[in-house]
């Protein structure tokens, strides 16, 4: 925590005594360390590695989020609403979710290292982490956001996998996410997502999207391949059977944002798969090259 100095500015605040020791007691050994530029970011992250602060690279990409707010009666209330996801009225001038997220991800690339340290602020983690999977939106993501200690440290391992279904039926057909955004061409997809802290296994992790964005129950077969999304996530690839299917059960709350455009369900022969733009190519190439890719 900080000390308050009400003719400062917030970015400006120092830790706090109490602040000083606990981020001095966290011990952290990386050789890489960047920060928010915020003072108490850039003493917490120098602090946990016991290096002086002029070592921290300092990266606005790891900032806290963009918004107007002035501290009042309610705004904490506003600020969960914020993390949940459900924006309103009083978020005119914030800064989205999803733009939060989407810089501190490009702040990650930015910086490559085997083991590396990001002294960050809570509302654009928690953010970032479900743009991830690793934190499920709304509620849970509340809950994680309110849980975060000061300081707190969240350890993950580099890549992020997330995992999907090459979805066949009883009749060999493939079950494919066609997506379409406003403004934008449609494209297919297959279904899956984010493995997240609380999935035992990237099993589990596919059994639980797959009942979210479809309502389905499958039988979980082979990876088929693996590929790097970018330097921070990989994308797993099952061979998955359906066993069924009701899509009056479907939760997902991507499904509930109109500003996400529609995810209709499909069912395409091979045959018809040469005819669609389905995403990534690997996965097109596969089906197509390999008649393996059906469940077994």
Do not use: N
Not at 269 to 294: F, H, M, Y
């Amino acid at each position: 925590m900080p000390e308050v100095v009400v003719s400062a500015p917030p970015s400006a605040w120092r830790l706090s005594a109490e602040g000083t020791a606990d981020a001095s007691a966290l011990m952290i050994d990386a050789t890489t360390a960047v920060s928010s530029p915020e003072t108490k970011a850039v003493q917490t992250a120098a602090l946990a590695l016991h290096v002086d602060a002029a070592a921290i690279i300092q990266d606005m990409r790891f900032r806290e989020v963009d918004r107007e707010e002035q501290v009042h009666y309610g705004f904490r209330e506003a600020r969960r609403a914020w993390v949940s996801g459900r924006l309103d009225a009083r978020h005119d001038g914030w800064e989205t979710p999803d733009a939060a997220a989407h810089r501190f991800h490009m702040g990650l690339l930015a910086h490559s290292a085997d083991h590396l340290i990001v002294g960050t602020h809570g509302m654009v983690l928690t953010a970032w982490m479900v743009s991830m999977g690793l934190v499920a939106a709304g509620d849970a993501a509340v809950g994680f956001w309110e849980g975060l200690g000061f300081p707190d440290v969240i350890d993950l391992d580099i890549p992020l996998p997330r995992v999907r279904a090459v979805l066949t039926d009883a009749e060999g057909r493939y079950l494919v996410i066609k997506r379409t955004r406003p403004g934008q061409a449609p494209y297919w997809t297959a279904p899956g997502g984010g493995v997240a802290l609380t999935d035992a296994s990237i099993e589990d992790a596919l059994q639980r999207e797959l009942r979210e964005e479809l309502g389905a129950e499958a039988e979980i077969g082979q990876v088929l391949f693996e590929r790097m999304i970018d330097g921070i996530r990989s994308e797993i690839f099952c061979s998955v059977r359906l066993i069924g299917m009701d899509l009056s059960l479907r939760s997902g709350p991507e499904l509930a944002d109109p500003t996400r455009g529609t995810y209709d369900v499909e069912f395409v022969a091979r045959s018809q798969v040469s005819g669609l733009d389905l995403r990534p190519v690997e996965l097109k190439r596969r089906i197509l090259a390999d008649s393996s890719a059906t469940y077994r």
